[in-house]
């Protein structure tokens, strides 16, 4: 299998063009974090990046069991017969990712097996489909609040006057976004830079979600997988971090055991256990397993009400490969039992500064494998060189540091 790193795939699917071009932010993430793929990936698989991977990330890496090759891309000539007939895997579908390959297969007469593009896979991936999907969970769980529930606009008077109605903070949410990109925070009455930036998603995108900030708990997700068979399994749970502004921080890396433990702490197991197996219905439907296979990642919140802890079911899906999907294959592939960490990017605009820090940490928190497996320590997951500006890496943290 051959694995490529797409961030920003929801913006691309709302461009359309298969010419699309990245913005110069994430087309740095995705030339600097290329390899990330890897450690989620099988290995004997292939990883294809811009670049090749620098001897000390390699040295580093070869404490752990086989990681896979990486292919860069200026090689692929060199590397037909290794690559040929090979299955390609995305981080995310996307016209234009698809379009590269195809490009790739007729010049280098690679006979990949690429995904097929399928329109409404476009509405797939729209936030639309999150708010459909919790609907459905409401009305089958009058336990949940029916105030989660997001309205949609596509112009700024009615949100104005939405605003004025309510009393606490709302949050809106541009449909095709992922990460903390598109959020903004408002509330009555609306100040100008906020209608300013509001104004700019409407451009973009043909609408916007509007619903009910709430006093977040804890970020975490349901991971599921639609198989080619048409049927869709439960794969685990993600524990997650995200900042004051809904923007990714990290990923504990550790046992299911450890997450379910932090999990269950607040909320009955069988809560759990009852919206899991009605989100396997729902991702088995015909509109959605029949069009997509792969990775489901079901986005979920603890918040806080009235002093009790409540469970927010589906605040995104994200119908593409997450952190929390490499969190936790990372874990299985390359760490020990009884181990834990957590995984971070990190952006530096200064790439002196990143790559100092990153030396710095070399020395300072080595990192401890046996037997080809993370026991602690600063594991670097992809290069960090003097021209890097984000870096991807895991260091030693205790389960009760990831909440």
């Known amino acids: 299998m051959l694995h490529y790193f797409n961030p920003g795939s929801e913006e691309a699917v709302l461009n359309a063009s298969p010419y699309y071009t990245l913005p110069a932010n994430p087309a740095k993430m995705q030339q600097d974090l290329a390899y990330l793929p890897a450690w989620y990936a099988n290995e004997n698989d292939f990883v294809l990046c811009e670049n090749p991977l620098d001897n000390d990330f390699l040295n580093t890496s070869k404490r752990l069991r086989k990681i896979p090759e990486n292919i860069v891309k200026e090689e692929i000539s060199q590397r037909q017969n290794l690559l040929k007939g090979e299955e390609v895997s995305l981080w995310g579908l996307s016209p234009q990712s698809i379009h590269l390959f195809e490009q790739l297969n007729k010049k280098h007469d690679l006979d990949l097996n690429i995904p097929l593009w399928n329109d409404e896979y476009r509405s797939l991936i729209s936030r639309n489909t999150a708010s459909k999907c919790l609907s459905d969970l409401l009305d089958k769980n009058p336990e949940l609040s029916q105030e989660l529930l997001p309205e949609f606009f596509s112009e700024i008077n009615p949100i104005e006057n939405k605003l004025s109605e309510k009393n606490y903070p709302m949050l809106i949410k541009a449909p095709y976004s992922s990460s903390g990109r598109g959020l903004l925070w408002v509330q009555h009455p609306m100040d100008r830079s906020s209608r300013q930036i509001l104004q700019g998603l409407l451009k973009k995108q043909p609408c916007v979600s ?82 997509y296979k792969g990775c489901i990642c079901v986005d979920m919140m603890l918040y806080k009400e009235d002093d009790k802890i409540c469970l927010h079911p589906c605040v995104e899906i994200n119908f593409r490969h997450t952190m929390g999907w490499l969190a936790m294959e990372l874990y299985k592939n390359y760490f020990q039992e009884n181990t834990s960490g957590f995984f971070q990017i990190e952006f530096r605009k200064n790439a002196a500064e990143l790559y100092e820090k990153h030396l710095q940490m070399m020395c300072s928190d080595p990192l401890i494998a046996e037997n080809g497996k993370y026991v602690s320590g600063y594991l670097p997951l992809c290069p960090v060189t003097a021209n890097t500006n984000f870096s991807a890496f895991v260091i030693s943290v205790p389960v009760s540091r990831s909440q």
């Open 210 to 291: 509007l619903e009910k900030a709430l006093d977040k708990q804890l970020d975490f997700a349901m991971l599921f997988h639609s198989n080619s068979d048409g049927n869709v399994d439960f794969r685990g749970y993600s524990l997650f971090q995200t900042d004051n502004k809904g923007n990714y921080k990290g990923n504990f890396v550790g046992s299911q055991e450890e997450i379910k433990a932090v999990l269950f702490e607040s909320i009955d197991e069988a809560l759990f256990e009852k919206v899991k197996k009605q989100l396997i219905d729902y991702f088995s439907r015909k509109e959605i397993s029949g069009i």
